[in-house]
């Protein structure tokens, strides 16, 4: 299996841009989750699916940030428009709930962005 | 509060220390727990499961004290490889993970 699979690797941008992030989770994997890591602030949850339906969006910071996941295959977090402060790296990771909860997740490599 | 809440660190420890880091959890309802490990600019990797009756993979061993809500890692005979950044991380029922910030270790030769 290629793992979770991440696009772009890393962005640069303009403030006020569009920015779309892309995510292929394992397959089998029927949960989904969008992190933001920053040194100030660590590895934060954005939002997180299970098949395919946003169980809690709680942790997206603002109406800028969307998410979207339309098949079991594929996943986008969208910003816009970008801030210099959405800056940071963004990680995608999938689990499969299994019997009780000792499921790991698997992180992408996450997408570098920066917003200018 | 955070949920999970664990010393930042650094710990700079020599080649062969043991060294013991702890994680505290709010949420009484967690379920599961884990350490993951994650390296400069690279994603988190799972560790190791946390199970109620400890657990010892190798030179790590973990341990769960669901009373006090408190998780524990020690790395025996630490490795210059074992540098990394060590993050608590507790899940729900529901799915839901929290990560801790982590804790930063540097072995020195």
């Known amino acids: 299996d290629a793992g979770v699979i991440q696009s772009p690797r890393h962005e640069v941008t303009e403030m006020g841009q569009e920015v779309t992030l892309r995510c292929k989770p394992i397959?089998?994997?029927?949960?989904l989750f969008w992190y933001r890591q920053t040194m100030m602030r660590g590895l934060e949850l954005l939002i997180y699916f299970n098949n395919n339906v946003p169980i809690d969006d709680s942790g997206m910071p603002e109406d800028r940030f969307s998410a979207k996941m339309p098949n079991a295959s594929f996943s986008t977090l969208k910003i816009q428009p970008s801030e210099p402060r959405d800056s940071a790296v963004y990680f995608c990771?999938?689990?499969?709930?299994?019997?009780?909860?000792?499921?790991?997740?698997?992180f992408g490599p996450g997408t570098r962005l920066t917003v200018l | 509060r955070k949920e999970v809440e664990q010393d930042p660190g650094p710990f700079n420890v020599p080649e062969g220390a043991t060294v013991a880091f702890n994680c505290t959890y709010s949420n009484s309802a967690s379920q599961s727990f884990f350490w993951y490990r994650q390296d400069c600019r690279k994603e988190p990797k799972l560790l190791m499961s946390?199970?109620?009756s400890g657990n010892e993979d190798g030179r790590f061993t973990a341990q769960l004290n669901r009373a006090s809500q408190y998780i524990s890692l020690l790395i025996r005979d630490s490795k210059l490889s074992d540098s990394a950044t060590y993050l608590c991380v507790v899940n729900t029922n529901a799915g839901k993970s929290t990560f801790g910030d982590g804790t930063t270790l540097t072995v020195k030769p």
């Open positions: 946390v199970y109620s």
């Open positions: 990771a999938s689990s499969s709930q299994g019997l009780g909860s000792y499921n790991e997740q698997f």
């Open positions: 397959s089998g994997h029927d949960y």
